[in-house]
């Protein structure tokens, strides 16, 4: 039986790496995104990967478009909630939208995308969530109250909605990714990045394969006693 993934920005960056990685291990995959259609056509022509547009923070869509979904693939057995943004900015200069779109969609996509699943799941008697949390979530940064305070949100929701499952078959786990390789990472300012590489002890930047792997190992159906962890994947850069 090969389970159904969603993947959540499964088109690009970390997403995508997680949404291939999924693919070749055999599960069926739908990788979503919300606005760039050409990176998402490239990637299903790529991967054979359907692709799925809609907003995480919306609600409504979310729960439609899950419906699509496991009309189109079957039963939604394992969400990645990756799709992130970062508007960054100090307190001073961040106004209440650059707020709220990044709470909205970083964390109030989690709630969406779980909440439109977990009564499949509770029926079904089993479920995998990893939620894509970040080193910033754990240690804070500066200019990102914003995007700290909506992943570190991750890493409670995480553990809180692990206790709801965990006698039902349903696992709900973190990985909090360091600096890796991705558009986001290559928004950060040539002088920053360098600054921040000089700060990881392995002494580069990771991999989205190197995230990927952390999911494979969170979703397998194997995987059943880990719940409720977060998995820190940042080439030593910070030990929580
Ligand atoms: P990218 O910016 O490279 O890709 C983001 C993905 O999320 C895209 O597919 C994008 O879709 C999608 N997305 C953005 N907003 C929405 C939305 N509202 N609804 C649906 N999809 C959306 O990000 P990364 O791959 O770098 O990051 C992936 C995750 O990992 C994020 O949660 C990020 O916070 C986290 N992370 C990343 C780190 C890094 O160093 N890169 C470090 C720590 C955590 P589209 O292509 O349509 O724009």
Redo the contacts with the bound molecule.
């Keep these: 039986m090969s389970r159904v993934a969603v993947v959540?920005?499964?088109?690009?960056?970390?997403?995508?790496?997680i949404s291939v990685a999924l693919k070749n291990a055999g599960y069926k995959v739908a990788?979503?995104?919300?606005?760039?259609?050409d990176?998402?056509k490239a990637f299903s022509e790529k991967t054979g990967i359907p692709v799925y547009?809609?907003?995480?923070?919306?609600f409504d869509a979310v729960c439609a478009a899950m419906t699509k979904i496991a009309a189109d693939l079957g039963p939604i057995e394992i969400i990645v909630?990756?799709?992130?943004?970062?508007r960054d900015a100090t307190m001073k200069k961040m106004g209440r939208a650059g707020w709220d779109e990044v709470v909205?969609?970083?964390l109030g996509?989690c709630f969406n995308m779980c909440k439109a699943a977990w009564d499949g799941m509770l029926e079904r008697g089993f479920g995998r969530v990893v939620n894509?949390?970040?080193?910033?979530?754990q240690a804070g940064q500066y200019g990102q109250v914003n995007?700290a305070a909506a992943?570190s949100g991750i890493h409670g929701f995480t553990k809180a909605l692990s206790q709801e499952g965990a006698s039902k078959g349903i696992t709900v786990n973190a990985i909090?990714?360091?600096?890796?390789?991705?558009?986001?990472?290559a928004?950060v300012p040539p002088n920053v990045l360098e600054k921040i590489v000089a700060k990881i002890p392995v002494g580069r930047?990771?991999k989205?394969s190197e995230?990927a792997r952390g999911v494979l190992f969170l979703v397998a159906d194997d995987a059943g006693f880990v719940t409720g962890s977060t998995m820190s994947i940042n080439g030593g850069q910070h030990m929580y």
């Design positions: 959540t920005g499964g088109t690009r960056g970390i997403g995508e790496a990788a979503n995104y919300c606005g760039n259609d990176r998402a547009k809609f907003d995480v923070a919306d909630n990756n799709a992130g943004i970062t909205d969609t970083n996509g894509i949390g970040s080193i910033n979530g995007y992943k909090a990714p360091g600096y890796i390789d991705t558009d986001m990472v928004a930047l990771g989205a995230i």
